[in-house]
């Protein structure tokens, strides 16, 4: 690990004003920063730690949602009684995620800006454009298994590895942040990710000096939430394909649906048009196939992760199974 200076930051100003010094770094639980300041792939000469802010209540917001803190840790997140009653597929995506002592550490907004856990970005011996931009992509024509089958580019295959982040795409959430010069500003979670492109480097819409300050839900939809995550093992293990369903139905057709995919692609996959061929239509075995056509349009496997395409289907039809019972 290489030295940094470490100072903690008082305001949401001061902390973001800190922020946007070249080098510097947010830190609050440190679940993924510190794993990649040990292995140098992150090289910080300045941390912030934003701890002692005012950002650790999960509150009621006017319309009936709720607003979170970009310092709620996971576990408390995913065990408040509104989250567990309201809004079901967040609790259920938290407590997918990771072991139970790191969810006692995360944080909100940290989960939001985690980093791909693809092998070759935490190997600073191997070219990665997302580490190294112009330094190529590993992944191509190396082990793909993890990788993306959407959205990909030439320059970058990673996926992004929240789940939480999957659920709050079908929840419709959105990113509240805060600018240096104390100006906020609201992003809703589709337009907060950005696909790899020739910049994989830039993951975001934060702008430097910009930092997370609260995720706001809307209140919740109608319909029965699911969040299924298929990986290799039961716990401590990333989405291979995860899915977060929310389906209102009623005697055997579908009103409404909102569906959202982790493990796919570089960033939460949502794709309208699947929705869209779920609504008003039968709960049955061609409505689901003619969803998961539209989720999987345009997908393409790398070797070791065409498994995927046929396991995104596969999920998609138990989770609509799961969802239309009643």
Known sequence: MKAFSYQRADSTALAAAAAAKPGAKIIAGGTNLLDLMKLQVETPSDLVDINRLPLDKTEEAADGGLR????????????????????????????????????????????????????????ITKPCNKRSPGSGCAALAGFNRIHAILGTSEYCIATHPSDMAVAMQALDAKVETVNRQGETKVTPIADFYRLPG?????????????????????????????????????????????????????????????????????RPWRVMQAEQRLVNAAADATTFNAAADAVLEGARGFGGNDFKMPLTRRTLHSVLTETTRT
């Open 198 to 266: 020739n910049t994989p480097q830039i993951e975001t819409s934060l702008k430097p000096g910009e930092i997370i300050t609260a995720v706001t839900l809307p209140p919740p939809p109608p319909g029965v939430q699911v969040y299924r995550k298929v990986r290799d093992r039961a716990s401590y293990a990333f989405a291979l394909v995860s899915v977060a369903a929310i389906v209102d139905s009623a005697r055997g057709r579908i009103r409404t649906a909102r569906l959202a995919f982790g493990g796919l692609a570089h």
């Open 68 to 123: 979170i803190g970009a310092l709620v840790r996971n576990s408390d997140l995913a065990a408040d009684p509104r989250v567990r009653q309201r809004y079901g597929v967040l609790s259920r995506a938290l407590l997918a995620g990771a072991s139970a002592q790191l969810r006692n550490k995360a944080t909100t907004g940290g989960n939001l800006l985690q980093r791909t856990r693809c092998y070759y970005f935490y190997d």
